[in-house]
């Protein structure tokens, strides 16, 4: 199976910037998308950012210009910068990738890392 480890969270003041990290381990035949999802308490799952194994990004509307993902395929990681925190991205903030364990795909879901903004 495939195993995601996260790291990076922490306490940061608003307007403050973080960056946050997942690896991929495990039996990896091949990672399609990789992506970040928040939770805050009282809320459902949000989408955050999203990048596809030839580079396309995509944002969601709450963290355009603010945040950026990248991934280094190599290392089977991904990552995301936040810049320009808000009080209101406080979260726990989930990586998943879409990986193939073998000849099929799965969603994979990290265990999640605590993000927390202050005013």
């Known amino acids: 199976q495939v195993q995601l480890v996260e790291s990076g969270g922490g306490l940061v003041q608003a307007g403050g910037s973080l960056r946050l990290s997942c690896a991929a381990s495990g039996s990896i035949f091949s990672i399609k998308d990789m992506g970040w999802y928040r939770q805050a308490p009282g809320k459902q799952r949000e989408f955050v950012a999203a990048?596809?194994?030839?580079?396309?990004?995509r944002y969601g509307d709450s963290v355009k210009g603010r945040f950026a993902i990248s991934r280094d395929n190599a290392q089977n990681t991904v990552y995301l910068q936040m810049n320009s925190l808000k009080p209101e991205d406080t979260a726990v903030y989930y990586c998943?990738?879409?990986?193939?364990?073998?000849?099929?795909?799965?969603?994979?879901w990290g265990q999640g890392t605590q993000v927390t903004v202050s005013s």
């Open positions: 990048i596809s194994s030839s580079g396309s990004t």
């Open positions: 998943k990738v879409v990986a193939a364990p073998d000849t099929l795909w799965y969603d994979f």
